[in-house]
């Protein structure tokens, strides 16, 4: 049974940081694609950051910059590193498994970050 399990969210002011966690579970973690999305109240879901098994990081231009996506294989987790964070940023962030159009994706529950003094 795969399990993703978000963790590390909460109320944060904005500049302050937080860092998410993405630990993983009933999958060979290293061969798959891993992202984080986020989806705010009335809008759709987006990525915020994705990283490949070898390492290769892309991000939305609304982050970049500020966040940091970084994996550690021997762990089966996934980080984001979330910095000078803004009221935008306030969603609940969800990591993503992917393998490839011929493999179904799998999706964690999803931790809230709410930035706000």
């Known amino acids: 049974q795969v399990q993703l399990v978000e963790s590390g969210g909460g109320l944060v002011q904005p500049g302050g940081s937080l860092r998410l966690s993405c630990a993983a579970s009933g999958l060979a973690f290293s061969i798959y694609v891993m992202g984080w999305y986020r989806q705010a109240p009335g809008k759709r879901r987006e990525v915020v950051a994705t990283?490949?098994?070898?390492?290769?990081?892309s991000y939305a231009d609304s982050v970049k910059g500020r966040f940091t996506i970084s994996r550690d294989n021997a762990k089966n987790t996934m980080y984001l590193q979330m910095s000078i964070l803004k009221p935008e940023d306030t969603a609940v962030y969800f990591c993503?498994?992917?393998?490839?159009?011929?493999?179904?994706?799998?999706w964690g529950q999803g931790t809230q970050v709410t930035v706000s003094s």
């Open positions: 990283i490949t098994s070898s390492g290769t990081t």
């Open positions: 993503r498994a992917q393998r490839g159009v011929a493999f179904r994706d799998y």
